[in-house]
């Protein structure tokens, strides 16, 4: 595998647990907030300047739908983590604190609560829109050459099965009501479990995983095959 390639992955992992971290924002308290909210700006930065290739290619590739519902994923995935970084720094009281930003704290706290719900779940499909190549990286890894009759029979079962609970605790979390902003204010449970909730979020991002997946799975085969038609 090419170092630009590790360090692409590296990244993406170090990302996925900083968003994790972030969602926990009870248990750990404004600094740690702030500057894990830092960390991933950077580790943001430095995602898209690896991917500039996907810059340079906008106009010149064909649109299959496939591509078409990865480019607007991006293209939220974008807008909710912009908004998350100029609703942190508004809202930094640490980090950012000598810039003197005062005022608009109402409209910076509604935006930050919106923006990072959206976020995680933007950045779940984002995954799982990729999930391809980290599926290939493990079968490297374990030296997994080809797919059993078994994996092919479990592996959709485990992802339906975490699908099923991920969905259940996200209605019960209150997501929805975050992100169609229903409410203004977040409920912050200071005396939730550590590890119950992140096990609960871990079931949310991975839910989001699957169905992005499958949902790539299914306009690949399926509406890529008519597109190929069309052309023929």
Same mark, same amino acid.
């Given at each position: 595998m090419r170092p630009k390639a590790v360090v692409k992955i590296i990244v993406d992992i170090f990302m996925t647990l900083a968003l994790l971290f972030l969602m926990g924002y009870p248990?750990?308290?404004?600094?740690?907030?702030?500057?894990?909210? %830092?960390?991933? &700006?950077?580790l943001f930065l430095l995602h898209h300047m690896l991917n500039a290739n996907w810059y340079k290619s906008f106009f010149k590739n064909k649109y299959p739908?496939?591509?078409? *519902? #990865?480019?607007?994923v991006d293209v939220l995935v974008l807008l909710a983590m912009l908004g998350?970084?100029? $609703?942190? !720094?508004?809202?930094?009281?640490?980090? =950012?604190? =000598?810039?003197?930003?005062?005022?608009?704290? $109402?409209?910076? /706290?509604?935006?930050?609560?919106?923006? $990072? +719900?959206?976020?995680?779940?933007?950045?779940?499909?984002?995954?799982?829109?990729?999930?391809?190549? &980290?599926?290939? !990286?493990t079968?490297?890894?374990? #030296?997994?050459?080809?797919?059993?009759?078994? /994996?092919?029979?479990?592996?959709? !079962? &485990?992802?339906?099965? !975490? %699908?099923?609970y991920g969905m259940t605790v996200f209605i019960q979390r209150d997501?929805? %009501?975050?992100?169609?902003?229903? %409410? +203004? =204010?977040?409920?912050?449970? *200071?005396?939730?479990?550590l590890p119950l909730?992140?096990?609960?979020?871990?079931?949310?991002?991975? $839910? &989001?995983i699957f169905i992005a997946h499958y949902v790539s799975v299914l306009l690949r085969k399926f509406l890529g095959k008519k597109v190929h038609k069309k052309e023929a």
């Open positions: 248990f750990w308290g404004d600094v740690a907030h702030e500057w894990a909210g %830092t960390a991933m &700006f950077l739908p496939m591509r078409i *519902f #990865q480019l607007l998350l970084m100029v $609703s942190g !720094i508004m809202l930094s009281n640490h980090v =950012f604190d =000598f810039l003197n930003i005062r005022g608009h704290m $109402s409209f910076a /706290r509604l935006l930050h609560m919106v923006a $990072s +719900h959206w976020g995680f779940v933007l950045m779940s499909l984002h995954l799982g829109l990729h999930w391809n190549m &980290f599926l290939g !990286i079968r490297k890894i374990l #030296q997994l050459h080809g797919a059993s009759q078994l /994996r092919k029979i479990m592996l959709p !079962i &485990f992802g339906a099965m !975490i %699908t099923v997501f929805l %009501t975050y992100m169609l902003v229903k %409410t +203004h =204010f977040v409920f912050l449970d *200071f005396n939730a479990s909730f992140y096990f609960d979020y871990l079931a949310i991002m991975g $839910s &989001f």
